[in-house]
């Protein structure tokens, strides 16, 4: 049993610093979210071979625990990696939309974007505010 939490222990350190990364490519996101997927599956697996294991102890209900505990850790560790893919699937739908904007804007001859120098148009002067004690003139 010690040798399996070791063996998680060591998966979790090496998730983390594949999480500290930032990916650059789609084959990346996919990597992150297929790690994410087999870091559930053995999170699942450990709470099933700690439940036969712990059958030998005489703690079982502590021991059984401490399993769950340890799923919960790998499963908290999955979702942040499908956080960060999905963050950086996001990022790049932006990108995408934006650059397709800037590429219909040139397309149409206008831009969304103000000019660098361009000085901004002056505001229309408005009438000023109508005293309510005094009806307004006919024109």
């Known amino acids: 049993m010690s040798r399996s939490l070791a063996f998680i222990g060591l998966f979790i350190l090496g998730l983390s610093a ?24 053995e999170a699942d697996e ?7 294991e712990c059958q030998k102890r005489f703690l079982v209900n502590a021991c059984i625990d401490e399993a769950h505990e340890k799923r919960l850790e790998m499963l908290q560790k999955a979702r942040q990696l499908e956080i960060q893919a999905r963050q950086i699937e996001i990022e790049r739908k932006k990108e995408a939309k934006e650059a397709r904007e800037r590429e219909q804007a040139e397309k149409q001859g206008t831009s969304t974007e103000p000019a660098p120098n361009a ?3 002056p505001l229309p002067e408005s009438a000023p505010p109508a005293d309510p004690g005094v009806p307004a003139s006919p024109q």
């Open 18 to 41: 594949v999480a500290a990364t930032v990916a650059t490519t789609d084959d990346e996101v996919k990597r992150m979210r297929e790690e994410a997927r087999q870091l559930r599956r």
């Open 46 to 52: 450990v709470v099933n071979r700690a439940r036969i």
């Open 119 to 121: 000085p901004t148009p």
